[in-house]
């Protein structure tokens, strides 16, 4: 079993859709968690961090980790077609040790 | 704008050839990741570099790939030789210390292996 997994998709949605995306993890010492957006031949760029449990709201965007299932989440209000990205959840157990990445979600939102 | 960039963007080479990537780090950030992506396997860690000094490669074929960092302005990963089965977009991304939040991706290198 993979650290993280991710379901690869890809989903599709109109605009103006929320969208959930998900991701689970095996490792309880999980401290960590963050999503990266991915545009087509980019490189991932960091989207939303959060430390723990909890929920965090950024604009259209909530992050939210529940440690007790080992679930992460992040929604995204009102889609719009430039949203349209792979999205990468990642994850690591300390401050000084890397990131274990999901493969991420592929999403497109149609106008 | 502070950015990482990597050189060069696209490769196309022929098995057994040598490849040499390169990548700058954010000025100011001592912490350099080398990540390989492809569609079976994703966004895979080959190795990181923490004021200069390799933490762990472990996730790199040792008998093909090498990583170092000159200096703290340039880290380059070597492929020698190069096989089909290294085809994949590698970015570097760098970070302050252990600071998860800054860590910051380059474009990355588009490699395809014949």
């Not at chain 1, 890809?10 to 995306?21: F, H, K, N, T």
């Not at chain 1, 349209?84 to 592929?106: D, E, H, I, M, W």
């Not at chain 2, 022929?14 to 390169?22: I, S």
């Not at chain 2, 923490?50 to 990583?67: E, Q």
């Amino acid at each position: 079993q993979k650290e993280v997994e991710q379901d690869p998709g890809p989903l599709s949605v109109p605009e103006g859709a929320i969208v959930s995306l998900n991701c689970t993890y095996s490792n309880s010492a999980f401290q960590y968690f963050m999503w990266y957006r991915q545009y087509s031949r980019k490189g991932p760029e960091l989207l939303m961090y959060t430390y723990s449990s909890g929920n965090k709201e950024d604009g259209r965007f909530t992050a939210q980790v529940d440690k007790s299932s080992k679930y992460i989440s992040l929604f995204i209000r009102d889609s719009q077609p430039s949203d349209s990205a792979t999205y990468l959840c990642a994850t690591s157990n300390s401050g000084n040790t890397p990131l274990v990445f999901g493969k991420g979600t592929r999403l497109s939102v149609i106008a | 704008d502070a950015r990482v960039t990597q050189t060069p963007r696209h490769k196309v080479t022929e098995m057994g050839q040598e490849v040499t990537m390169r990548c700058q780090p954010i000025l100011g950030h001592n912490t350099v990741f080398w990540y390989r992506q492809t569609m079976m396997q994703g966004l895979e860690l080959l190795a990181y570099f923490r004021n200069r000094a390799p933490l762990d490669d472990s996730g790199m074929p040792k008998d093909r790939f090498s990583a170092e960092m000159p200096d703290a302005t340039l880290a380059t990963l070597k492929i020698q030789p190069s096989e089909p089965r290294d085809s994949a977009v590698y970015f570097c991304a760098s970070a302050l210390g252990g600071q998860q939040e800054t860590q910051y991706f380059g474009p990355g290198t588009r490699l395809l292996v014949l």
